[in-house]
T-cell receptor, first 114, second 112 residues
Framework: EPEVTQTPSHQVTQMGQEVILRCVPI?????FYWYRQILGQKVEFLVS????????KSEIFDDQFSVERPDGSNFTLKIRSTKLEDSAMYFC????????????FGEGSWLTVV | SQQGEEDPQALSIQEGENATMNCSYK?????LQWYRQNSGRGLVHLIL?????REKHSGRLRVTLDTSKKSSSLLITASRAADTASYFC????????????FGAGTRLFVKA
């Protein structure tokens, strides 16, 4: 079964450094998402992306964050100047359509900012 | 912003018993989905119910949706120890944008 893949699975970074989290969505999907989950807390929506542009973003997704689809297969989340509170599991997801369609999640990238 | 909120926050049952988890939301939705998450893992889609549906089954799962009360329930029948996980409801806001919002989840523990 096709799946969403994410790399790295775990990254430790110094506060203030830039981090890029990578995702390969399912190949025929058109909608892409990033979510994050701070340890023990709920899954929070960050951003959705369609047709090479951001569709929706949450209050969390401020100027520190950016997303890009640099080629036909990858979807990246960049976090500039990481803060301690950015430590979380970041999930990439994709769906073929949006409304009424299953969203498939990757296994996540665990980011630790020290 | 709209959120699905589950209750109870945590549920502990014996293997073989049924587990019922509830979800409430605030605004109109296109559909509601239930996901499962094993500790430290990704989210696995369980079932989707559309706003014009009232009940849906999938194996040991039964989901109901009451749009008048803005609530949904997930019933797992004949639970197994392997069902131990967190369960989240997720709703698509009916705004024309692409935004699926997750609730806080119910942590289910099934004792063997």
């Amino acid at each position: 079964e096709p799946e969403v893949t994410q790399t790295p699975s775990h990254q430790v970074t110094q506060m203030g450094q830039e981090v890029i989290l990578r995702c390969v969505p399912i190949s025929n999907h058109l909608y892409f998402y990033w979510y994050r989950q701070i340890l023990g807390q709920k899954v929070e929506f960050l951003v959705s992306f369609y047709n090479n542009e951001i569709s929706e973003k949450s209050e969390i997704f401020d100027d520190q964050f950016s997303v890009e689809r640099p080629d036909g297969s990858n979807f990246t989340l960049k976090i500039r100047s990481t803060k301690l509170e950015d430590s979380a599991m970041y999930f990439c997801a994709s769906s073929e359509f949006h409304s009424g369609n299953t969203i498939y999640f990757g296994e996540g990238s665990w980011l630790t900012v020290v | 912003s709209q959120q699905g909120e589950e209750d109870p926050q945590a549920l502990s049952i014996q293997e073989g018993e049924n587990a019922t988890m509830n979800c409430s939301y605030k605004t109109s939705i296109n559909n509601l989905q239930w996901y499962r998450q094993n500790s430290g893992r990704g989210l696995v889609h369980l079932i989707l119910i559309r706003s014009n549906e009232r009940e849906k089954h999938s194996g040991r799962l039964r989901v109901t949706l009451d749009t008048s009360k803005k609530s949904s329930s997930l019933l797992i029948t004949a639970s197994r120890a392997a069902d131990t996980a967190s369960y989240f409801c997720a709703t698509d806001e009916n705004t024309g944008g692409f935004k699926t919002i997750f609730g806080a989840g119910t942590r289910l523990f099934v004792k063997a």
